[in-house]
T-cell receptor
Framework: AQSVTQPDIHITVSEGASLELRCNYS??????LFWYVQSPGQGLQLLLK??????LVQGIKGFEAEFKRSQSSFNLRKPSVHWSDAAEYFC???????????FGTGTSLTVIP | DADVTQTPRNRITKTGKRIMLECSQT?????MYWYRQDPGLGLRLIYY???????NKGEISDGYSVSRQAQAKFSLSLESAIPNQTALYFC????????????????FGPGTRLTVT
């Protein structure tokens, strides 16, 4: 069965520090992978996606993610975090039929001055 | 995303009441989805619809029903609300007619916070 694991429930980083949010997935075929961000009181906004090709993908707001098939991972990174990045981040796996998404449980990011 | 709207944004109701959550989209997408979000559980799929005549159950459809009144409208109903249906509900859309894998992207509404007392 498909599943997505985000092992970190909550992360706190200082403004200007680097960030890495972890995501591991379980899917039998080639995965379609996504990272979404949810700001307080808002819906989910797509940060970036991976379908195929270059395993390092760039997204909006200075985020990037790397697909590592051998580790079944799709970790999200940002070199220097801004206070406005405080939000909840969700990793998702899409079936390659396009039928369903499976979301992780989310990682809540706090940014301290 | 302003292209996907949900009404109401907040609702408090009592156990046993019937309630409907509505979703409308102006993106012209053919596929629509309903999710619920619970703390620590992420988002779970309730129902999804690929067109007006194609509706499918998701992971947690028990206690819910849906109606796809038009391509742009997809409603979620709780026939007899219970407290464990208290959650944040999201509608999402995608466009299967978009070329390539971009069709798998989902666009979310702002959510409806439902409280059942």
């Amino acid at each position: 069965a498909q599943s997505v694991t985000q092992p970190d429930i909550h992360i706190t980083v200082s403004e200007g520090a680097s960030l890495e949010l972890r995501c591991n997935y379980s899917y039998g075929a080639t995965p379609y992978l996504f990272w979404y961000v949810q700001s307080p009181g808002q819906g989910l906004q797509l940060l970036l996606k991976y379908f195929s090709g270059d395993t390092l993908v760039q997204g909006i707001k200075g985020f990037e993610a790397e697909f590592k098939r051998s580790q079944s991972s799709f970790n999200l990174r940002k070199p220097s975090v801004h206070w406005s990045d405080a939000a909840e981040y969700f990793c998702a796996v899409g079936e390659n039929t396009g039928n369903q998404f499976y979301f992780g449980t989310g990682t809540s990011l706090t940014v301290i001055p | 995303d302003a292209d996907v709207t949900q009404t109401p944004r907040n609702r408090i109701t009592k156990t046993g009441k019937r309630i409907m959550l509505e979703c409308s989209q102006t993106k012209g997408h053919d596929r629509m989805y309903w999710y619920r979000q619970d703390p620590g559980l992420g988002l779970r799929l309730i129902y999804y619809s690929f067109d007006v005549k194609d509706i499918n159950k998701g992971e947690i459809s028990d206690g819910y029903s849906v109606s796809r009144q038009a391509q742009a409208k997809f409603s979620l109903s709780l026939e007899s609300a219970i407290p464990n249906q208290t959650a944040l509900y999201f509608c999402a859309t995608s466009d299967s007619r978009t070329s390539g894998r971009a069709s798998y992207e989902q666009y979310f509404g702002p959510g409806t916070r439902l409280t059942v007392t």
